[in-house]
């Protein structure tokens, strides 16, 4: 991207109503769980046939909440996972985990998990739509749900599963300056593909929680707008 159009998307990003634009894009969606519409970071346009033959073939379903905090300067709040875990372990992530018989659907498993792993209370959040499911090298095929979260809530880790929480604003994630490509072989398609990595401070925000991030501002700005 040339300088003075990085700026340019920059700037726009900045003086954007975010909350109202992803309101009106995620308005009437649902779980998409068709393997025409799966999304593996890096590729940001459906999977086509020819890359399906990499693809596992029962992956284990999962829900991540990607919560939205209405605070002054929008905001999304991660979680950073315990160290001892077996997958992803140490990684930036949503709160979330494998959607369970007892769950019915990926809201429901969303909800749970949050309230497990870090115990935001489904009394703030406000789900407002889902975005396509992501397929992930452990084996896990993850809906994304996104929802709007009241800032006053007040958070109790469950040190097993996470780390830390922080928050990092909206504009710093969508601005097309912070997104830093790199080319590498995907794990599921075996294709060399662009992933992106989103710094902030001396945190990395990378693989699939930056493919769905990104998946996001591209829904909300238009599939060509890291180029």
Not at 1 to 11: C, I, K, R
Not at 48 to 63: C, G, H, I, T
Not at 84 to 107: K, M, T, W
Not at 185 to 202: K, L, N, T
């Amino acid at each position: 991207m040339a300088p003075a159009a990085g700026a340019e998307l920059a700037g726009a990003a900045a003086s954007r109503d975010w909350a109202q634009i992803i309101r009106a894009r995620l308005a009437g969606s649902t779980p998409r769980h068709e393997v025409s519409e799966w999304r593996v970071p890096g590729l940001f346009e459906p999977i086509d046939q020819s890359q399906q033959r990499w693809l596992p073939q029962d992956p284990v379903p999962a829900a991540v909440l990607m919560p939205l905090v209405e605070r002054r300067e929008l905001t999304v709040l991660f979680t950073q996972r315990a160290t001892q875990l077996r997958n992803h372990a140490g990684q930036i992530s949503f709160p979330g985990g494998r959607i369970e018989s007892a769950d019915g659907s990926p809201v429901a498993a969303a909800l749970r998990e949050a309230r497990e792993e870090i115990g935001l209370a489904e009394r703030f959040v406000s789900v407002i739509g889902y975005l396509p499911d992501h397929l992930v090298n452990t084996g896990f095929r993850i809906t994304p749900v996104v929802a709007f979260v009241q800032p006053d809530f007040e958070l109790l880790l469950d040190t097993q599963e996470v780390q830390d929480t922080f928050e990092v604003p909206l504009e710093h994630l969508f601005d097309p300056a912070n997104h830093h490509r790199h080319r590498r072989r995907a794990p599921v398609s075996g294709e060399e593909v662009e992933f992106f990595d989103i710094p902030f401070d001396d945190r990395n925000i990378w693989g699939a929680t930056a493919g769905m991030l990104l998946t996001l501002y591209r829904l909300c700005v238009g599939p060509r707008a890291d180029e």
